[in-house]
């Protein structure tokens, strides 16, 4: 993969911004596009799940060993095999003291989601205040699939590394 001529074409003027083209070997060009936001609710999502991780937080905080009495997995418990999300609790208590090498350790994609989704937390709340950074992503049907494929992928190599670590 050979990495094209244009990257994030011109600001967020216009109904079709560009934002990314590369080339396959196979000579395909996938692109992905920022159009005018469809609809509200994929960033409005962000103002409840804030509210539930900011209750979360504060139990996490006033009852600091209830956190880890409490999370228990049913399918280890089980079976003695991890899931996916496996040691995401013990991830999430390393973020927020700060201790991402030991997050990742503990789940790598509970430490990556939670880091992507403050990203996008912050991203949804300027959109909401500011309107000209309301857009949506557009792919193509063959983008998408290659996109679906991908976190199979992810999904695959983080309980690889999860039933390594539990071992």
């Known amino acids: 993969m050979s990495f094209g001529h244009r990257w994030f074409s011109h600001c967020l003027d216009g109904p079709h911004e560009l934002i990314g083209t590369w080339n396959f070997a196979d000579g395909t060009n996938p692109e992905l596009k920022l159009t005018p936001e469809k609809g509200p609710w994929p960033r409005l999502l962000v103002f409840p799940l804030l509210l539930f991780a900011a209750l979360g937080l504060g139990l996490a905080r006033l009852f600091p060993d209830l956190t880890y009495r409490l999370a228990h997995c049913p399918v280890r418990d089980t079976t003695g095999v991890p899931c ?46 500011l309107p000209r950074f309301r857009r949506s992503l557009e792919m193509r049907e063959n983008d998408r699939r290659a996109t679906k494929y991908l976190v199979a992928l992810i999904l695959i190599g983080n309980w690889i590394w999860l039933i390594w670590q539990f071992r």
Not at 97 to 122: K, M, Q
């Open 84 to 129: 996916l999300t496996c040691g995401g609790t013990h991830s999430i208590v390393a973020i927020m003291r700060g201790d991402f090498v030991e997050a990742l350790v503990a789940n790598p994609l509970i430490s990556l989601g939670t880091v992507f989704l403050l990203i996008w937390a912050v991203f949804a709340i300027v959109a909401t205040v």
